[in-house]
Every structure is written in C-alpha cells, then in structure tokens.
C-alpha cells in the first residue's frame, strides 16, 4: 500500500510508522527539519505521493480529493471531522477516521486551569499587575460547591468530567445519545433536555464537534435560561456559541466569567468587542493540537492502529459515522 503522512514526526514517530508497515511505501510528505508541534503547509513536491496514496496520515487539501483516485483511507489527526464528512467530499467506500481518545488530556487540563483562575478571580489580579495595582479583587469561589454541566461526553467531556468529580463538584452530562451513565457522573440527560437542565449548572462546559445539530448551540434563547452568576468554557466550536450574546451575558451579569479557546471565525478579528470584555479568557485554539507531547503520541498510536486494522480487515476504531460526524457507535 502507499500511505503518505501529513504529519510532520519527529525521528521516533517515523520510526514507529517504517517498523509497523515495513512492506508498504510510506511518504512522509511535511519538511521533516521543522518541529513536530509547528504546524506546517503541504508542499506541493508531494502532490504526487499524495495523489496515489491508498492512505492518508492527516488533513489533505479538499481540491485533491477529486484526483485521489486510489484513496481507501483517511485518517484525520485531528478530532473534528469537517470538512471531510460533508456529502460528496470523499469518495463513496472511503473510510474516515478521526483522532478521537488523543485529546482529552490535554483539553481537559486545560479547562480546569482556565476555570480555576475565574473562579479565583486571577485574571483579574494578573491585569492588575499591569498597572501596579495592589487590590483585593473580593470573594471567590470554589468547584467543590458547583454544578457542572458537560454538555458532551466525548473523550475530553467525561475527562473534565472526571477532573470535576474529583474536586467534590456534582457533574451533569449532557449526551447526544446512550444512557450508560460513567461513574464520575452524577446526573445523564439526553440533549434534547438542554434547556432543563441549563438552569442548574454554575459551570457549561462545551466540547461539541462541528456539527448541523450543535451550530448556535448556545443561543440567545439558551442564555436567557443559564443561571446568574455562572460560568461558560468553551473547547469544541466557535460556532457553538452565539458570541453577540456570549457579549453581552458577560456585560449585564449573567456570566462571571468565561473562557473560550475556540472562536467564529477564526482568528477571532482584533475588532472584535470579545476582546476588551474583562471577565472573559481567550485563547487562540491551543488547548489541543500537540502542545502537550502525549497527545501527539496518542495520535500517532491511534493512526497505526486503525492503518493496521484496515489492512487486516478488523474494526477500526475510531471510524466516523458520515450521517452524524461522530464516531461510530459501539466502535
């Protein structure tokens, strides 16, 4: 088989790909010189290995899929599936596989750190050091005596969960299907009970894929239901939220902070009034890609296990559902 990795791997990483498929032709098509966690654009020189590929390690430009004509699989390194689960992107008999399980470490974390410094108030006295200020910014609260409403449990939703629990919070899980309920869960809804249990949560925590199901998921409608006084972090998707009313939920009180790494568009345009809001985090969607070493290795595994179950014929297990763009159920 060709496969061809748009991944730039560091030396261990490529020794892993030759030694689990010593007879196939693989083509490592990002400059190998620059550093794994720097993000790199394809370089034409491969358009060819690309074009023959029978499958394909990370995100190839759309305009080639038309002429990938030998192209079996794909293997996304990312989590998000669009825009290659869109009807008629690939090829029908394609088989896509995202990097779900790979990120949920990381994120996680990364929620965590970002709620803990709103609910300790440490944005406030970071700006604070800006200009010399020695002021009690007043009380503060802690995750022990909140509600936490994941909405998504997915591999970085029921982390956090999980990371929640363990502080002592009650956590609500908000799933788009199944009623298995994790242990480190208190409370599971369907999605389809959002509105009811929106106003019980001091903490939304969003990690939703793109999806039509979850675009605007926080809307204007939705804010007018959340509780005064709580706080909203945001991982997924930008266009999960209505950011005019994200706006103005942090002005008039509703929310007492929020923390966004994710944003429509994106990069979020310096005008706009997002980033002069106080009580509001932004970060520039880096809580995932390969900040942290072990998701990179996660997605490395992730890509030569399912390569080597293709081959073999057995279930890959992170396979996307077209229908859905989730992976696929009992996968």
Not at 104 to 132: C, F, P, Q, W
């Amino acid at each position: 088989m060709n496969i061809c990795i748009l991944m730039s791997l560091d030396e261990i990483s490529r020794k892993k790909f030759s030694e689990a498929f010593p007879r196939d032709c693989i083509t490592f098509a990002f400059d190998q010189s620059v550093p794994y966690e720097q993000k790199q654009v394809f370089d034409r020189k491969y358009e060819d290995a690309l074009l023959t590929a029978d499958v394909v390690v990370g995100q190839p430009p759309v305009e080639f899929i038309e002429r990938m004509e030998r192209l079996k699989l794909l293997q996304l390194s990312m989590a998000g599936t669009e825009p290659y689960s869109k009807p008629g992107v690939l090829p029908e008999g394609v088989k896509l596989c995202n990097a779900t399980g790979a990120f949920g470490k990381a994120i996680s974390e990364h929620m965590l750190a970002t709620l803990l410094m709103l609910v300790k108030k440490l944005h406030l006295y970071r700006d604070n050091m800006a200009s010399g200020e020695w002021m009690d910014m007043g009380q503060v609260r802690s995750i022990s005596d909140m509600t936490v409403l994941c909405v998504g449990l997915g591999d970085i939703g029921c982390d956090f969960a999980r990371l929640c629990k363990s502080m002592g919070a009650h956590v609500i899980g908000l799933r788009r299907a199944g009623t298995d309920k994790p242990e480190y869960v208190d409370e599971l809804y369907l999605t389809e009970d959002t509105d009811k249990v929106l106003p019980q949560a001091d903490v939304i925590a969003m990690s939703l894929p793109n999806t039509p199901a979850t675009v605007n998921f926080m809307s204007r409608e939705r804010f007018s239901l959340i509780k005064k006084g709580s706080f909203l972090l945001n991982v997924g998707r930008g266009n999960a939220i209505d950011q005019d009313a994200l706006f103005d939920a942090l002005h008039d009180g509703t929310l007492d902070g929020a923390s966004i790494d994710v944003a429509s568009p994106e990069p979020l345009p310096s005008s706009s009034p997002l980033w002069g809001c106080e009580r509001l985090l932004i970060t520039p969607h880096v809580s995932g890609f390969y900040h942290l070493r072990k998701t990179y290795d996660n997605i490395v595994d992730i890509a030569i296990a399912n390569i080597r179950s293709f081959k073999e014929g057995a279930t890959l297990t992170t396979e996307v559902d077209f229908a859905t763009g989730y992976k696929k159920t009992g996968k």
